[in-house]
């Protein structure tokens, strides 16, 4: 029998994130003592005024269709969110609401790229990235970073790697799964680049207001009327506001290419969950002392685990300005216990340690793990005591 899948989904690869995350939820189930460093979502709960608001639609009736492309005074929002903290000018043409920021983005990918368009992809990169681009036809090219350049890769890197066929180029600041953030004077020196090559510059800030230190986040549409005219901002309530499970993100950007994103979501989705959309309104409206006491709280985490993580035998670890992801390199370590890639590593991490961690590869990243530190404090010092044991226990000079 010929086979019944179409091509273009041949070539996928699963998430790694929400692999490990399901194994390690299958564990659990079984009465594993395992301890979860894999999901990339806040665990705090949805802030109750967002909450009592979604009620409060529904109860009002509000749960009928809305425009595919979003309500109109979500989009307000939006744009007022935008003006208010990024001092740019939005209207609402130029805004379309999602089913999250991944569905923005995947239909985003839809509509810009024809086969063949490259898109530079910076490394270590959140995993569906390629995966999307390869849906729509497009051909990720992939710029290598470092943990000696701390997992950000330089304008001129991104200019050796323009071709012909270069359509556009991702910026995710703060990055998952590094934490990293790149300062006003690199975003500058890539929207240059973009400019002399005329490319699309997307910029995925759904961890903008995780942030830590005195780091401050700069939008790349920021610098000037050029840059603000070729991004294309991709950012939502999932991470700022606990509100994962909701799916609402947003894109803001050039008009043509909001209004064939907004066309094609009309024949997909009709249009994302109603009482979601209410509930982002009072997110971006209501008070933000939750998402503050959020961040303060994934900082002092942050605080606490990182000299920890550092301190394990064979492992180097930068410390992350956003975010709330750690990512060591784990060379060493891997070498030092016997295995032969981190992969290898990761999982022994799970079955021996009770420990689930993301290997790197996932990220295009393969000699790193990825640990989330979004999680109870206590499980996460647990978890790196674990992790250290299983490492000094099987360290071979």
């Known amino acids: 029998m010929r086979t019944s899948l179409a091509a273009r989904v041949s070539t996928l690869t699963p998430s790694t994130t929400l692999a490990i995350t399901a194994k390690a939820k ?8 395992v301890i979860g460093l894999g999901a990339g979502e806040p665990d705090y709960n949805t802030p109750d005024n967002i909450i009592e608001a979604a009620y409060r639609s529904m109860i009002e009736g509000k749960t009928k269709y809305t425009p595919s492309g979003g309500l109109p005074d979500l989009k307000d929002s939006v744009i007022n969110k935008l003006k208010r903290d990024q001092q740019l000018a939005y209207s609402r043409q130029e ?18 790229l024809n086969p063949g368009d490259e898109v530079i992809i910076p490394t270590p990169y959140w995993v569906s990235y390629p995966e999307q681009v390869k849906l729509a036809e497009g051909e990720p090219v992939f710029v290598e970073s470092s943990f000696d350049t701390q997992f950000k890769v330089s304008a001129q890197q991104i200019r050796d790697a323009v071709t012909d066929k270069t359509k556009a180029v991702i910026i995710n600041s703060p990055s998952n799964p590094s934490g990293m953030i790149y300062s006003r004077e690199e975003l500058q020196q890539i929207a240059d680049v973009c400019k002399e090559y005329d490319l699309w510059i997307i910029s995925d800030e759904i961890y903008e207001k995780l942030i830590y230190a005195d780091e401050v986040h700069v939008s790349i549409a920021q610098l000037s009327d050029d840059a603000k005219a070729r991004t294309l901002i991709i950012n939502g309530v999932s991470k700022s506001h606990s509100m994962t499970g909701w799916r609402i993100g947003y894109i803001a950007g050039d008009k043509e290419i909001v209004s064939a994103m907004t066309n094609l979501a009309s024949h997909s989705t009709s249009n994302p969950t109603t009482t979601s959309q209410y509930a982002a309104i009072e997110a971006y409206n209501g008070s933000q002392d939750a998402v503050e006491t959020m961040r303060q709280d994934f900082e002092s985490r942050l605080e606490r685990v990182y000299p920890q993580l550092d301190a394990i035998p064979g492992f180097k670890v930068l410390k992350p300005q956003g975010a709330f992801y750690l990512l060591p390199v784990v060379t060493e370590a891997v070498e030092k216990t016997g295995f032969k890639t981190v992969d290898e590593f990761a999982a022994a991490l799970l079955t021996d340690a009770k420990v689930a961690v993301i290997p790197g590869s996932g990220f295009g990243s393969s000699d790193t793990i990825r640990l989330s530190y979004a999680t109870s404090i206590d499980l996460i010092e647990e978890a790196v005591k674990r992790i250290r044991t299983f490492v000094e226990a099987n360290w071979k000079d």
Do not use: C, N, P, R
């Not at 805004?95 to 810009?112: D, E, S």
């Open 26 to 33: 299958e564990m659990k189930e079984s009465g594993i003592d």
């Open 95 to 112: 805004v379309m609401i999602g089913i999250g920021a991944k569905h923005v983005l995947y239909t985003l990918f839809q509509v810009i």
